[in-house]
């Protein structure tokens, strides 16, 4: 029996796809993500890891987030399981600066550049182990899919996909035609990268290809919970387990600060440790609120938080007051009363007026 982990898009390196802020804990969180995967097949005392794209978020990512991982792949190493990685579309082999050129990772790539229709043959304890892999731009519909065809040779193979087209914009299953490709290989099993989770059965029910998706989930909506997949494989029989990869999560809310007293107060229920924030404040206010210095406050009782601020001023006293008074201010504020803007505009417009003027700082 083959025992195998596999997982993709650790992207470690990547800049936050929300706040700018969440950058630094983000990176640390995919990087957890990664320790947490190597735990797991220590525990489980895999014979075999794959990484299926997309390790790093960058071909030349920087050693901060290179040192942990040369330290756990050896930790791996130590314990005979033997590590494969496809490069990915983040992480490409092909660039002079790739990091999987450096004598440490480039035995570790899986693939063969020069010939790509002939797999890469593995030693893993008692197995011969035959890898077809197929880099982030082959499609579906690539000539590389319709020539491969699997070895006559004894042993487990495996085919081993980076994140490519269509694959990765389903989250229930191997959309056409790469399933047609995948029951057409007829090999042992199939490992994709992406970022959605699935598993796909052949026309007899069997299981024959996968997807882990994110290993640290990044999104304040879906699933809040990322996997990868621990694989046994004994002749045809094929068990597939979802392990999970506890991480941060993701946290939405919305408030309305129309009469409200204290913003901390309202948020103080929401906040936790492991969590990114994302927060709509909604309502009439009197004074613009200080966001920067509410999100210093809130440093250490969340992971992170972005704010998309809908308050509206114009009922604000303060303006009310403003208006009234013989100034330039007051009078531009008259004449922006009088116009028809859409309320967006309109307040942006007033917020601009406000800070110019700096209306609230001489409060």
């Not at 004598?103 to 890469?120: K, M």
């Not at 999104?219 to 068990?239: I, K």
Request: proline residues 6%; contains cysteine.
């Amino acid at each position: 029996m083959l025992k195998l982990l596999y997982g993709s898009d650790f992207c470690l390196g990547a800049p936050s796809p929300h706040s700018s802020s969440f950058t630094d804990a983000l990176n640390q969180d995919r990087l957890k993500a990664f320790e947490r995967f190597v735990r797991c097949a220590l525990e489980r005392q895999v014979d075999l890891i794959l990484i299926a794209g997309n390790l790093f978020a960058s071909p030349a990512p920087d050693l901060h987030w290179v040192e942990p991982v040369r330290a756990a792949i050896r930790r791996l190493q130590d314990q005979r399981i033997v590590v494969r990685i496809l490069p990915g579309i983040c992480d490409p082999l092909r660039p002079k600066e790739s990091l999987y050129r450096d004598p440490f990772f480039s035995p570790l790539i899986a693939g063969n550049e020069a010939d790509r229709l002939s797999p890469g043959c593995l030693r893993v304890g008692s197995h011969s182990v035959f890898l077809y892999t197929f880099p982030w731009m082959a499609g579906g519909q690539s000539p590389l899919c319709h020539q491969l065809k699997r070895s006559c040779q004894d042993g487990v193979h495996l085919g081993l996909v980076a994140s490519a087209d269509a694959a990765n914009d389903s989250s229930g299953g191997l959309p056409r035609p790469w399933l047609s490709h995948v029951q057409r290989w007829a090999l042992d099993y199939v490992v994709f990268g992406g970022r959605h989770k699935w598993r796909q059965t052949d026309e007899r029910g069997r299981l024959c290809c996968g997807c882990a998706g994110l290993p640290q989930v990044e999104s304040f909506s879906g699933p809040q919970q990322g996997c990868c997949h621990s694989l046994e494989l004994n002749g045809q029989q094929v068990r597939l387990d979802e392990v999970p990869l506890p991480g941060a999560t993701f946290t939405s809310c919305t408030l309305n600060l129309e009469g409200a007293s204290d913003v901390r107060e309202m948020l103080g229920p929401i906040l936790n440790q492991e969590n990114y924030l994302s927060c709509v404040l909604t309502g009439s206010v009197d004074r613009p609120f200080e966001l920067e210095m509410l999100t210093r406050e809130l440093r250490g009782r969340c992971r992170g938080v972005e704010w998309s601020d809908q308050t509206l001023l114009g009922s604000s006293q303060v303006v009310v007051e403003l208006e009234k008074q013989d100034t330039v201010l007051g009078v531009t504020l008259q004449a922006w009363r009088q116009k028809d803007f859409p309320e967006d505009v309109r307040e942006a417009i007033l917020r601009e007026l406000l800070a110019r003027f700096g209306a609230f700082e001489r409060e």
